[in-house]
């Protein structure tokens, strides 16, 4: 009885299952090509890792990444919140085509993005003179990449905050408003603790997404270098051995930085 | 205390056209009308959450049109009861008083009490997300309270519940408004709601206000064919005044006349009756009901406790299931339509 209904069980699944088995290929995918270099580097050539972690420009370059993307993050979050909000509340002629706009940074190649922002920063462009003048260079500087990185994580957290207010009923935005609340104290009392938690994980993917940039930074900031550069360097001048012992580095601090934050907003939401 | 003046407004698919009507300090008034007639928009429209895009509202006889809602002091509750899914009940209920900047201890004391008299407080620590649908109105309700406010705007606020509580809510806005006496404007599509709640109706059809009346004159006497139609008057019968004796009017309607009261004298005009005025019987009533007409009974519905009986006179009457046993009615069968001349409503064509 129990095994007939657990064959005529597992035939109704039958879909389910053979999706299953088709869909783990590509998450199989994913994993051996990440674990394949990870084992060979710490399993073959523990002494090259050892190497890298231990030498200062490996290590400054992975932190000058980190808070280049961080300081692109923080910039995105200020004025990427009221962007989404507005996206997310109001309907107004042209609503599309911003939205568009804010799409095209993961459409166009980066090295494209990298030559744009180039054109238009550079210390001889008029643009770039009136920074200068500011105190503010982009070539081969920590505010090239954070642009660079900006341009490329801003869709990210925009997409996800507005995604956020959007499910947030306006009603209970309109009741806060009855209760005596004026439009601001209705959003930092209602809207943004309700979104809080999309406006967080938008904030990571857009650092993720920073410090993954390669293309746009290369273009506009050779120097200093952050570590997907130190990387391309390596590998063109010493090849594998050189490349590898760096990015796989790079992997476990990534890794092991946004195990911390799953966590920490895991452990934010029980808290709830 | 109310007063909406000619206010027009569109927002999305749904629009309010030249809306005027009037509301006494103290009045529990409802707006009656089907789903997406625009009432909603009428009370956020009060509530100062759209400013009209023509026309005024005026509250305690001063022009309130621009003021933002922060400083209406009107309490709102929805339908799907939109508490703040991240605060506890206490802090839901307290969240207008700490926006007045009320000292803590008053707080507590104004809050512990509104959750004394809706029979909330064993829920005090409780999330939105945890109570019943009825525990969640109850919830709304108080902290709509709990600020005093000049005015209550209640949107479907029973329309989301199960039987039981709706008619225990029912009760307990009554009860409510009687204690307090807040002026109350109360939306739903519900018309034993509407019935059982107001002193004053108005209904509302695709955005313009059509009648207000009392809730009597709404349910019997409505001004056209549309609200007839809404409010469950199913016989409308187009005739032409035959003759005014002293205010006994005789309509022709082509099959048959009618007796009606009326001071019209002459024209066409529409008469509407209630199926639950219309007596059925077997043979021509001997009585004070000055219409009785014959027809063939076409069709018979059961709408929960009543029947719902069509004739091929054109006439709809609802009786029990009790008359339809006595009477052996069924398809087919002929029968005497009466009613008195006092049941019948009639408007100009």
Redesign the interface.
Known sequence: MSITKTLSGAKRQRLSLIFLVVGSLLVLFTLFVLFNMVFRQLVLDLNGFLEAVNDPLVISSILLTLYASFLATLIAVVLGTPLAYVLARHDFFGKNVVESVIDVPVIIPHSVAGIALYALLQSRSAVGTAFYNLGIVFEDSLWGIVVAMLFVSTPFYVNAAREGFQSI?P??E?????????QW?AFY??TL??AIRHLFSGAVMAWARGISEFGAVIMIAFYPMIAPVLIYYRFTTQGLKGSQPVAVLLILVCFVVFMVLRLSTKYWERR? | MIALDEVSHEWGEFCLKNVTFSVDRGEYFVILGPTGAGKTLIL?TI???HVPREGHIFLDGKDATDL???K?N???V?Q?Y?????MTVEENIA??LK??KIAKKEVEINVQSIMDSVGITHLKTRFPSTLSGGEQQRVALA??LV?DPAIL?LDEPLSALDPRTRESLREELKRIHKVRGMTTIHVTHDQTEALSLADQIAVILEGEVIQVDTSFKVFNEPVNERIAAFVGVENVIKGKIVSNKDGVVLVETGKYRIHALSNLVEGEVNVFIRPESIIISEVRLKSSARNSIKGKITNITQLGATFRIRMDNGLTALVTNQAIEDLGLGVGKTVYASFKATAIHMTRR
């Open positions: 009923n009603r209970i309109r009741v806060a408003r009855t209760l005596g609340a004026s104290q009392k209602v603790p309700l709830k | 956020e509530a100062g959450l933002p809602p922060e209406r009107i309490g709102l929805y799907d939109s508490l703040f899914p991240h969240f207008g926006m007045r902290r709509a600020i705007l």
